[in-house]
DNA sequence: CTTGACGTTTTGGGAGGCCAAAACCTAGGT
DNA sequence: ACCTAGGTTTTGGCCTCCCAAAACGTCAAG
């Protein structure tokens, strides 16, 4: 029933990464996930053996790590703090999209859950944090996953987030495009053969190559059914 | 010349107490300093030896235990930090400046010196913490020592502090006074022999017995010079 | 079917944190 | 001047967290 239960810093940037690892991809090997939290293939499998201890995932040494049900709740739990904190670093410090992440981190652990609650609604109980992904609802164990801004349709509507791990140099390119995370698009044109799409952004048209919109998730508004 | 080089919460902590039992009171020893933090003597100990290899006290085995001017600074940029996450959570979450005091300490120790400024301003650089404390400056060695309430004379006029650390109870009963933290008042007549005060305390006139007056901090506004 | 190479786990070591209990000072009473 | 009581420090243990390097599995190429 109880969600945590006293998870330390490490463990539960672990989970987070293993969410994140799992998310696309097959097996998660500890490798990837050690690369992923900057640390040491041995520490990463000592954390991994603690949390498999206490049933937040199934270890099977050599092959890989997945998360229980209980794990990815916890996981989850630990995104909904960030993406919480995130918006708080962004609309009451002003703090830009891209740096709120790199700091929530930092502070994020310890934040009493009642703190975190008073802020969600201190917030105005926000829809998504400043990167434009959903901030989830407590205790669930799952998050519907976004789809590519490549993957939508023609006359599709959707609301764009740029993951903050997105080469800087790509962001900004964007930001001249005035794809920004929250901003809504239309999809006008997919050229086919992995052509270019062409969007309404903010009352323009604009062309976004394949390679790039691959970058860019999307939340789905609504499908404008356009024939018969 | 830098004033953390980091320490540990812990560390932090240890710092802070030790400022605050040496500002009443003459040698520290780590008896209270283990009293205070809510740890066993051992640890107290160990804390101490760490802190004073780096220079930040002088610890004098089975004698005592003294800041250096380093220590101080950085016990008092604990205070301010603990200060200006108290007032954020008065202010911008709505707590009440006796819970804001238990939750502060929890998430203080990581939150980016950064994050510090910005909540400073975004706070609208506050001069108190919700205690009605000073926030001190950042960088200085010493905080001016607040009087108590009964170290004023009749006709002063100050504004009111109380100590996280005072019994619930009396707080209680100041509250009916209207005796809270902010709140300015004016002594009009001190009883000789320890007797009570009366003051002028939101248009009305109250009167507080010596003990109870002891237990409140003031900072002094202006003497009203009144006679030749 | 053997043998590497590569990735994973274990081992050994260090630092912070905590405690309980043993060893140790210091000061006060006799 | 002793000696004991009370407080202080050390010791030994346990936990998280990190690393480097040794030991170990696995799999695929020869």
Redesign the interface.
């Known amino acids: 029933m109880s969600t945590d239960s006293s998870l330390s810093k490490s463990e539960r940037e672990t989970l987070k990464a293993l969410y994140r690892l799992s998310r696309d991809g097959g097996d998660v090997h500890t490798g990837a996930l050690a690369d992923s939290l900057g640390v040491s293939p041995g520490t990463a499998t000592a954390t991994v053996k603690r949390l498999a201890e206490r049933h937040l995932l199934d270890h099977k040494p050599y092959k890989g790590v997945e998360l229980t049900t209980e794990g990815r709740r916890a996981a989850i739990a630990a995104m909904r703090r960030h993406r919480i904190v995130e918006r708080f ?1 962004a609309d ?4 830009a999209w891209n740096e709120a992440d790199r ?1 929530a981190g ?2 994020e ?4 859950q ?2 975190e609650e ?2 969600f609604v ?1 917030l105005d109980r926000p829809a998504t944090c400043p990167h434009g992904f959903p901030i989830p609802e407590p205790e669930v164990a799952d998050i519907p996953s976004m789809p590519g801004l490549y993957d939508l349709e023609q006359g599709d509507v959707a609301t764009v987030a740029i993951s903050g791990s997105t080469d800087p140099e790509v962001v900004e390119f964007l930001d001249t495009l005035g794809l920004r995370p929250g901003v809504r698009v239309e999809v006008r044109e997919k050229h086919p053969f992995d052509g270019p799409l062409v969007l309404r952004v903010g009352g323009k048209d604009r062309t976004v190559g394949e390679r790039v919109a691959r970058q860019i998730y999307v939340h789905r508004e609504q499908r404008r059914e356009q024939s018969a």
């Open positions: 670093l009451m410090l002003g703090y700091l930092s502070f652990h310890d934040l009493p009642e703190v008073r802020l201190a």
